[in-house]
């Protein structure tokens, strides 16, 4: 699409919102960027170019029709549909604008951290790789940038409004209940997230998780480079565990690497590993390079982060385990007995699964916000449980019952916005409250 002259509007100026706003009019767009927020609520808006037209504090309905609508992925793209010639987010501009190929990774759960390890290891490996996209790097900030390969991590919310986006390398992590209210049911979820396939054709890679049948038995294009992970199953194409060694089977060739722990890894984080394994193999680098990366990668703040320990008592904030997969799968990375913090604004999913898992592994559960009763019902009769209200009370509730070699983990399986600002705040907070008994000596 030629930008010149075309009127494009622009709705939301989040991160996203402002660099797609700046994108369009750089190409001499004619731009009107709206936002249903008042002047004073939005950050950023005097770094915008004066040529941008701002209609700010009224409802989107009353705006006119354009060439082009770009929707932040916080609003629906299909309140679009024929309001506008073409509905684009900021990842089919991205995608439009760049000369390189792409790596796209979507899923529930580890995105994030998938992505920057792919990023690392392709760094290691000699490439002029950047990550970006629903990390907090928009997409379109790698335009004009001297890159071999752009990494994106691409939501469901993204993917409703791409149309060409066709990546090289396209990865489907795992799925989990979540965005129902935006999407429907799961199954309208998964067929959003399927879309990161849809353009795909010859010279093109599909990842995909082979341990979920939901993931496994997607349909692709017939002439992709089908691929799948799998944690201990030998898989035709693909990766797998054996042992800390991955072997990767692709194109008639079989590799053996050893992944290198270093500060990130055990068994909670395989599925991640080897999915980024995979990923950084169909960039065809020598694999034994690119995983020397491992040795210094840390992870992300709020995913299975230590804090720290106290007394022989470890803690780890997985603020991010927003929804029952995320919660199991930070259950499950853990050694020995846990005293669980869970709870929040619950996003939907089969708790019955989550107090499975809870059962084997969790001696406390100390639960918190608006889920409280309900997983207090959930966990009923399986494992003690505490209903503590706030997130302070609970961890000096966990810490005073913890034992030397037990952890105390937040891993609340909930939103965090009956509380707290975001997951972050929720993960400060959890992790100011662990210094504080630190400073304070206020363990039992």
Request: proline share 0%; no cysteine; glycine share 12%.
């Given at each position: 699409m030629e930008f010149e002259g075309r009127s494009v509007l622009v709705l939301g100026l989040g991160v996203s919102g402002h660099s797609a706003a700046r994108f369009c009019a750089s190409r001499g767009a004619r731009v009107v960027a709206a936002d249903e927020r008042a002047r004073e609520s939005i950050p950023g808006l005097d770094a915008l170019p004066a040529s941008i037209e701002l209609r700010l504090g009224a409802p989107f309905p009353e705006l006119g029709d354009f060439d082009l609508v770009v929707p932040s992925p916080g609003i629906p793209a299909d309140r679009w549909a024929g309001r506008a010639r073409r509905v684009w987010g900021d990842i089919e501009l991205c995608y439009r604008a760049l000369p390189i190929p792409i790596l796209a990774v979507t899923g529930t759960n580890g995105k994030?951290?998938?992505?920057?390890?792919?990023?690392?290891?392709?760094?290691?490996?000699g490439l002029r790789a950047r990550a970006a996209g629903n990390l907090g790097v928009p997409a379109l900030e790698l335009v004009g940038q001297p890159l071999d390969i752009a990494i994106l991590e691409v939501s469901s919310f993204q993917l409703e409004s791409v149309d060409a986006f066709r990546p090289r390398t396209?990865?489907?992590?795992?799925?989990s209940p979540d965005h129902l209210d935006r999407h429907g049911d799961l199954e309208g979820y998964l067929a959003t997230k399927a879309r990161i396939f849809a353009r795909q054709g010859a010279g093109d890679s599909a990842i995909l998780n082979g341990d979920d049948a939901r993931i496994r038995d997607l349909g692709l294009p017939g002439s992709v480079e089908r691929l799948e992970f799998r944690r201990r199953h030998a898989v035709e194409a693909g990766a797998w565990l054996?042992?800390?060694?991955?072997i990767v089977?692709?194109?008639?060739?079989?590799e053996t690497v050893r992944?290198?722990?270093?500060?990130?890894?055990?068994s909670g984080q395989d599925d991640n590993l080897l999915a980024a394994l995979l990923a950084v193999a169909t960039l065809d680098v020598d694999l034994r390079i690119a995983t020397t990366a491992l040795a210094d990668f840390e992870g992300l703040p709020h995913r299975s982060e230590s804090v720290g320990e106290i007394a022989g008592i470890r803690f780890i904030d997985d603020s991010k385990a927003t929804n029952v997969g995320a919660a199991i799968r930070a259950l499950e990375s853990v050694e020995g007995p846990i005293l669980w913090i869970a709870g929040g604004r619950h996003k939907g999913g089969d708790l019955s699964r989550l107090a499975d898992c809870a059962a084997a592994r969790v001696?406390?559960?100390?639960?918190?916000?608006?889920?409280?009763?309900?997983?207090?019902?959930?966990?009923?009769?399986?494992i003690p449980v505490e209903r503590v209200g706030d997130l302070e009370k609970a961890v000096?509730?966990?810490?005073?019952?913890?034992?030397?070699?037990?952890?105390?983990l937040l891993a609340p399986a909930c939103a965090s916005f009956?509380?707290?600002?975001?997951f972050e705040d929720r993960g400060r907070r959890f992790q100011s409250a662990v210094r504080a008994l630190e400073a304070t000596g206020g363990m039992r």
């Open positions: 994030s951290t998938v992505v920057r390890l792919i990023e690392a290891m392709a760094q290691a490996a396209a990865l489907f992590l795992n799925l054996d042992g800390r060694n991955a089977r692709r194109q008639g060739r079989r992944l290198l722990e270093g500060r990130f890894g055990g001696r406390r559960a100390f639960l918190i916000g608006e889920a409280a009763d309900e997983f207090a019902d959930a966990l009923e009769g399986r000096e509730r966990a810490a005073g019952s913890a034992h030397a070699g037990e952890s105390v009956d509380q707290f600002e975001n």
